[in-house]
């Protein structure tokens, strides 16, 4: 990981402003989401993709039934 050297507290409801040429550079606009991961101490946000339940591909999502499929594996299943 790379240090950006910018440093937030955390207010009284838990939340953090991400500064705004932090938003710009990595492309992340308001109301986006951002997935949550932790590793150790650490903790690492991700802007959220959908990606496919079987194969994690982010290309060509289709929702069924709440759940992400891609084209190659919706494909996949009709042939089945």
């Known amino acids: 990981m ?3 050297g910018i440093v937030r507290r955390v ?3 838990g939340r953090i402003v991400l ?3 932090l938003r710009r ?3 992340i606009a308001e109301k986006d989401s951002l997935e949550i991961y932790v ?3 650490s903790i690492m946000l991700k802007k959220y993709q ?3 339940i079987f194969c994690d591909s982010a290309k060509e999502i289709s929702t ?3 759940k992400n499929i891609c ?3 919706l494909k996949e299943l009709l042939h089945k």
């Open 64 to 66: 069924f039934k709440g």
């Open 71 to 73: 084209s190659v594996c």
């Open 2 to 4: 790379k240090s950006t």
């Open 19 to 21: 500064p705004i040429e």
């Open 11 to 13: 207010d009284e409801l």
């Open 25 to 27: 550079t990595l492309n």
């Open 50 to 52: 959908p990606a496919c």
């Open 39 to 41: 590793d150790g101490s």
